[in-house]
């Protein structure tokens, strides 16, 4: 069990700074994109999707390593796993699906809890951190929207003539 915890603290850990780095990449770099406001939540959006991908495959590959190189547990399912079956396993555990079709056992059960725990937690980080992104653009697109739609000044009756 120690172990498993110490693999634990690993896992959550590097998911933090991936997810730090990732946003703060995307954080520093989004407003200087040359595109209209409107469409800069898409980059930000794509940013926290890259970063979830990356911590899912962290956790796979983690799986797939410790059933091959411990007695920590396996994950059980239908015949022989691969890592696309562990990484299929770590992002239905992530998002907190659960499908069920693969069981992690043994001390795997305390790595998969956490997994969860920890997708949720860097989850609502996205979300906090795409509304917050949505915030500060909402604005910028308000001003552009409201000078292409302005009206041209009325002209004086001393212009018209």
Do not use: Q
């Amino acid at each position: 069990m120690p172990i498993a915890m110490l693999v634990c603290v690993a896992l959550v850990l590097g998911t933090i700074l991936i997810h730090y780095e990732v946003l703060r990449l995307a954080s520093e770099h989004v407003h200087d994109l040359p595109i209209a406001p409107r469409l800069r939540i898409i980059p930000v959006v794509i940013a926290a999707f890259i970063g979830h991908t990356l911590e899912v495959w962290l956790y796979g590959l983690a799986y797939w390593a410790l059933t091959a190189v411990s007695t920590l547990g396996t994950i059980a399912g239908t015949g022989t796993l691969g890592v696309e079956d562990f990484v299929y396993f770590s992002a239905v555990t992530y998002t907190s699906l659960g499908f069920g079709d693969l069981v992690p056992t043994g001390h795997l059960r305390l790595v998969a809890g956490v997994e969860g725990l920890n997708g949720l937690i860097l989850i609502g980080w996205s979300a906090s951190f795409t509304y917050l992104a949505m915030e500060r653009y909402w604005p910028l697109h308000r001003k552009t929207t409201r000078k292409r739609h302005a009206r041209p000044p009325v002209k004086s009756a001393a212009e018209l003539h």
